[in-house]
């Protein structure tokens, strides 16, 4: 058991030094003038001590070797031959066999190019490499190298190179994907609202944990005796309450800063973290349900005990920090999935699902050194707050599948199809009502001759949504679940139970087009799309979706299937559905260089979004454009995420009747 909790706080460990150690490499860029047309870019790296960086001519079947590409290069310029590089190592690593050629300390890359467009000022270089010490890290860095300024710079990406260089020419008159409307920033206060109420609830549920409840009316005593007077008593609790915020909004702030305010958003459909995620909250769920604690050292107590005596406002503090190091094994789980849900997310998430978490920690600790006398109307301590912990392990539990089932619906691997992921839902609360009913019992649970009407009632709540659950094998809709397990399509029979009738009409549809939720013929390919909708004269709706996009699944589930949505999409659009996280690679004589963002396009995932993004100006899903199929013109305002059946209606008639005219 010891080796299993040592495991788990290695795995801890080892992901908060990999986002600590974002990259270990610094690069600085400079380019020199040889003549005319003649150039010598300059690219040195600084390496961290211990680690290593492969160069470009180290063994494929070693580390990953450097690779150098100039994406803009085609008619602008010619690279001569390959960069020149510092002095190198070689050694024989015994694993793969063979000899690696690595930098250690420090790197110089310098790479000759010759000008062949004089109109074009600007050169675009990617250096995709891998660096390694124990582990491996992958770096990928974009550079934009003025050759009329002759000056360089590191960019995010070589849209702020293309921008920078037409705003002299032209001004541009739409909003870029990274500009915000109005409509944008109201959907994200509506985020981040949410994930301030979700965190105040687990806050809440974290106070109902048996490493917390009793410690309330211990502090509280502990502040309203010391105290010389009430005033001071209060004071002092309250000062003690609006530290345990700070601490907790101090660690949302550090995750926001680790990963960036603004890289998240693309973690609900990475297969890595996505995976990552998963193996986390299985850990935190089997500690839950007691098999083992998740403890930070004692030594971190003991100290942080000794800072407390010293009393005063500087004491408070650290009494604070003890409760949030002593309180871990049961907070640390829920923090963790905190985390993970808010980074998801993106932005400042983070920090308020922490304000969110703290405040409902703290605000017991606050209310009751106000009011001493509520203390005698608090429930005892005992072993309910057990259940409350075991009911939290199996909310972890259920939650971890949900990534799984976002990492394979992403690779589209089909191993935790809706009827597996149903089914494991149905066991995972299923079992929950057993043990809310006193028929099971874990390990740190006191016997038990009789249950509360309150562990009764939710016990028969579970028991009713595991029932709930059960006609979704058979291909029941679900709706009060929608976006959260797989999608009907993506089912072992995604056409219902005996649904016959559906698998003959599949093969009777048009070329490219496939059977999508509510049995509306849809196509995967814009041109495909395009070609059949002239030729029944019909407008095409465009459809950026996800497979992992909940909100997407939330349309389908809601308003698609509303009787009047559902008619218009059957008879009077052509339904162009374009998945812009498929990860299936684009041929390579398909492959390209985005004109918008500078990236290779790869797969046809990025081929969607980055039409989405260089046509319309937007990258979020799901986004619908009704479209002419002869013009390929906008027929009236896109729209995204419209949970009004009658609002969305409105839109499709209005572009609908402007196709008409």
């Not at 000022?121 to 550079?143: A, N, P, R, T, W």
């Not at 409509?183 to 490493?211: M, R, S, V």
């Not at 405040?359 to 109307?377: D, H, I, R, T």
């Not at 950026?544 to 509303?562: I, L, P």
Request: hydrophobic residues 45%; glycine residues 6%; proline residues 5%.
């Amino acid at each position: 058991m010891k080796k299993l909790v040592y495991f788990a706080l290695f795995f801890m460990a080892f992901l908060t030094s990999n986002a600590q150690m974002a990259d270990p490499v610094k690069w600085e860029s400079s380019v020199e003038k040889k003549s005319d047309t003649e150039y010598i870019l300059i690219f040195n790296a600084e390496i961290e001590p211990e680690w290593h960086m492969y160069s470009q001519f180290s063994d494929e079947m070693g580390g990953l070797p450097m690779v150098i590409s100039f994406n803009n290069a085609e008619g602008n310029y010619e690279p001569e031959k390959t960069a020149e590089e510092s002095e190198t190592h070689k050694e024989f690593n015994e694993t793969f066999g063979v000899e690696e050629t690595f930098f250690s300390e420090t790197a110089e890359l310098k790479q000759h190019i010759k000008v062949t467009n004089p109109d074009n000022k600007l050169v675009q270089i990617e250096i995709e490499y891998q660096v390694c010490k124990e582990s491996c890290l992958q770096g990928d860095k974009l550079f934009v190298i003025d050759l009329e300024k002759l000056t360089s710079q590191e960019v995010n990406n070589f849209e702020e190179a293309t921008t920078a260089a037409t705003t002299t020419d032209k001004k541009k008159e739409d909003k870029s994907p990274t500009e915000k409307s109005s409509e944008d920033e109201e959907e994200e206060e509506k985020g981040l609202l949410t994930i301030f109420l979700l965190a105040f609830a687990g806050g809440f549920a974290a106070l109902l944990t048996p490493c917390v409840f009793p410690m309330i009316p211990m502090t509280v005593s502990f502040f309203t005796k010391q105290s010389k007077t009430k005033a001071a008593g209060r004071r002092n609790a309250i000062f003690y309450g609006i530290s345990i915020i700070v601490i907790y909004v101090i660690l949302g702030s550090v995750v926001t800063a680790i990963f960036g305010a603004d890289s998240l958003n693309a973690l609900s459909t990475n297969v890595t973290f996505n995976l990552v995620f998963f193996v986390l909250l299985i850990v935190f769920a089997t500690s839950f349900l007691g098999a083992f604690e998740i403890m930070l050292p004692n030594s971190w107590a003991n100290k942080i005990d000794r800072q407390a005596d010293k009393g005063g406002y500087i004491g408070i503090v650290f009494m604070a920090l003890a409760l949030a190091i002593v309180s871990f094994s049961c907070t640390g789980p829920i923090v963790g999935t905190l985390l993970v849900q808010a980074a998801s997310k993106g932005g400042i998430a983070p920090i308020v699902g922490m304000l969110g978490f703290s405040s409902a920690l703290a605000l017991p600790f606050m209310l009751f050194a106000m009011f001493p006398g509520w203390l005698n109307s608090m429930p005892k301590s005992g072993g309910w707050l057990n259940t409350v912990k075991v009911f939290l392990g199996f909310l972890e539990l259920a939650f971890a599948f949900k990534f799984l089932s976002n990492a394979d619906l992403v690779l589209q691997m089909h191993l935790l199809e809706r009827e597996t992921f149903l089914a494991l839902w149905i066991a995972i609360f299923g079992t929950l009502a057993f043990y809310l009913f006193g028929k099971i019992q874990l390990p740190h649970d006191s016997p038990i001759t009789s249950i509360s009407v309150g562990r009764l009632c939710m016990g028969l709540l579970v028991l009713s949504f595991t029932v709930y659950l059960i006609p979704g094998l058979w291909g029941a809709p679900l709706k009060l679940l929608s976006g959260f397990p797989p999608p009907s399509t993506y089912s072992e029979s995604p056409f219902g139970f005996g649904g016959s009738s559906a698998a003959i009409m599949e093969e009777e549809l048009p070329e490219g087009a496939k059977i999508a939720a509510h049995g509306l013929i849809a196509f995967e390919d814009y041109k495909d799309g395009l070609a059949y909708a002239k030729e029944v004269n019909k407008p095409v709706m465009l459809d950026f979706t996800g497979y992992a996009c909940v909100n997407c699944r939330k349309m389908e589930d809601h308003v698609w299937s509303d009787e009047r949505i559902l008619s218009i999409l059957k008879n009077e659009v052509v339904l162009v559905s374009l998945y812009v996280d498929s990860k299936e690679d684009l041929p390579e004589s398909e492959q390209y260089i985005s004109e918008t963002t500078g990236k290779k396009i790869k797969t046809i995932g990025n081929k969607w979004s980055d039409l989405q993004i260089e046509r319309y100006k937007a990258n979020a899903q799901p986004y619908y454009v009704l479209m002419n199929p002869d013009t390929e013109e906008k027929l009236n305002d896109p729209v995204g995420y419209t949970p009004d059946v009658l609002e969305y209606k409105e839109w499709l008639t209005s572009g609908i009747e402007n196709f008409k005219e």
